[in-house]
């Protein structure tokens, strides 16, 4: 038996799969300053009456990272920060920045020393301004290390306590910037991640479940919660890519469809094309920063079935605004405001809450115009509908400029958007069709829609990245994950200046099973794909030296055999 359980910022919804079948579902109200409470009732409510040694495997997708973020609620983190030359630190935007001296070249050999006397009055200042917690970044780091790795023995020498995170760890990608944001992140909130995972570890023993346990990651993939603590920050976003995965596994192998996730706060927007999510290549983006975690391309927009509807009273004439706020759950379900829920309750498009209160709060809103219940229903849910679909077609605009479209677009031999709505969430079923109506698209709302994101969640299979780079003329090859340069001498490839594209790609596959093998997925390395591969001549004179290889293999999001994929 399989369990997933996604925690959303209204409810939280669980799911329990037995046959590869839905077996049972839950939902709690999701409480915001206790997700822990929120997540274990669900799990209880779903596996009620099933004996812990049935259980397989357990999933969470988690709002923990992206709340800590929202609210404000992160550690500070000091961050020390190697630009090297031709860098303008005053173009950067992070907050508590220390510069330092010092630089690799884009092949990892160093052109500028570190002044050590310098990083030691920089860690001095952390010291006196109290910081615990500290992100050492450099621009070439992930190609060679060293001074991070030296700046982290300094910071354990004049400041033991201090948590080190260093960038070349969190992330094995080019882009700086990019880099420091994704440190800086992962070293906020590792912390308490670690307390919440402990948490959840502790609740399971005590219930007896030993299943292996997984986090579900921005880019649709599970990862053991024991390592999960390694890379905090990539499950931010596990929601919306909960219902991507969710979408695909509730409709048909090989669609295209647009995916509207409708929840009680926001609604999520992701793409899946001829049967795979949309990634986006500019990686997450939390805020003004954008990272370097693998993530879905999607969006999430402030109206959801709870949203808050207003009259509001224009030189153009009175007008209902929804959202974007959010005061509770629909007036139909023990709320104060009106919402759109209270709508589709009143056009009986949904069947939840009481249907009483439903009309004695739309009929209060319908009092301004002088319309009916109905009428003034249908006007709300036309509103929330033109809002989604106004958001999808904008980020339409987004998508079409990701290099994975761009590919599939060229594949279809034309360009056409995609025929299939999908809805998701427990708004779903009321609203999609009208959504669906207003892009002149199919509206698809698979059974189980109403818990897609737990779905989701249960049957995600684990994925995993590896970013290899070898230089032939250095004789070293690095796996950026690693933060490790390793002598070609180690590896079976002979004559490394005649190296192939070929067998740097074997390399870089072997590798990633290595990999997937210490993180306890081994069962789906033979998955792997190549994400990018490119060679470089090392050029000297008139002559080639050597060349540089870089080999990105990925483990890619989808779904684990043990699901039947439903039919639509």
């Known amino acids: 038996m399989l369990i997933g359980i996604d925690v959303g910022g209204t409810t939280t919804d669980a799911v329990l799969i037995r046959n590869g079948e839905v077996y049972s579902t839950a939902k709690v109200s999701t ?8 997540l274990l009732r669900a799990l209880d409510d779903v596996s009620r009456g099933v004996p812990p040694e049935e259980l397989e495997r357990v999933v969470f997708s988690t709002t923990v990272i992206t709340n800590l973020i929202a609210e404000g609620k992160t550690d500070r983190v000091a961050l020390l920060l190697i630009p090297g030359p031709g860098v303008n630190p005053e173009s950067y935007i992070f907050p508590d920045s220390f510069y330092l001296k010092g630089a690799m070249d884009y092949r990892g050999r160093e052109i500028q020393h570190l002044d050590e006397d310098e990083v030691r ?81 502790k609740a399971l023993e005590e ?11 921005a880019d649709g993939g599970t990862l053991p919660i024991e390592k999960s603590v390694e890379v ?13 995965i969710g979408a695909l596994a509730l409709t048909p192998e090989g669609h295209t469809s647009v995916v509207v996730d409708i929840g009680g706060t926001t609604t999520d927007l992701a793409l899946i094309l001829s049967g ?75 069947e939840v809450g009481d249907p009483e209160r ?69 708004g779903a079923r009321g609203l999609i069709s009208a959504v669906a109506e207003k892009l002149n698209a199919k509206p698809i709302i698979p059974e189980h829609s109403e818990v897609g994101n737990a779905i989701g969640a249960a049957v995600a299979r684990p994925t995993l990245t590896l970013n290899l780079r070898i230089d032939t003329q250095q004789k070293v090859y690095s796996v950026a994950e690693d933060g ?26 072997e590798l990633l099973r290595d990999r ?20 470089f001549n090392v050029v000297e004179g008139w002559f080639t030296a050597g060349r540089l290889f870089d080999v990105s293999m990925q483990i890619p999001a989808g779904l684990i055999p043990e699901w039947r994929r439903e039919k639509v």
């Open 31 to 38: 409480e915001r300053e206790n997700l822990l409470k929120s």
């Open 121 to 201: 009055e920089k860690v001095s200042l952390i010291l006196e301004q109290g910081f615990s917690r500290a992100a050492v970044v450099s621009k070439f780091g992930q190609r060679n290390p060293s001074h991070e790795f030296r700046i982290e023995e300094i910071l354990r020498e004049m400041h033991p306590g201090c948590k080190v995170e260093l960038g070349h760890r969190v992330s094995g990608k080019l882009n700086f910037p990019r880099r420091i944001a994704t440190s800086m992140l992962a070293s906020a909130t590792g912390e308490r991640y670690r307390e919440f995972v402990a948490e959840i570890k």
């Open 207 to 217: 219930r007896g479940i030993m299943a292996p346990v997984y986090i579900l990651k």
């Open 232 to 244: 905090p920050v990539e499950t931010i976003f596990s929601g919306p890519a909960a219902s991507t």
């Open 276 to 350: 795979k999510p949309l990634m986006a290549s500019k990686g997450a983006k939390l805020g003004s920063f954008l990272t370097h975690v693998r993530a879905f391309a999607v969006r999430s927009i402030a109206v959801g079935g709870d949203s808050i509807v207003r009259v509001r009273e224009t030189e153009s004439g009175t007008k209902i605004t929804i959202g974007p706020e959010r005061a509770g759950p629909a007036y139909c379900m023990g709320g104060k405001e009106p919402t759109p829920t209270d709508a589709l309750r009143v056009l009986g498009l949904v």
């Open 358 to 426: 439903a009309k004695e709060v739309i009929a209060s809103v319908a009092s301004s115009f002088g319309k009916s219940e109905t009428e003034t229903a249908s006007l709300i849910v036309d509103i929330t509908a033109g809002m989604i679909e106004k958001a999808v077609r904008e980020m339409f605009l987004e998508w079409e400029q990701e290099p994975a479209y761009r590919i599939w677009e060229v594949l279809q031999k034309k360009k056409e958007r995609p025929e299939n709505v999908v809805g998701i969430g427990g």
């Open 484 to 509: 490790e340069i390793v002598s070609l001498n180690s590896t079976d490839i002979g004559n490394f200046n005649k190296m192939r594209s070929e067998e740097a790609e074997a390399l870089a596959k």
């Open 516 to 535: 997937a093998k210490r993180f306890g997925i081994s069962d789906y390395a033979d998955e792997t794909e190549i994400s990018n591969s490119e060679v």
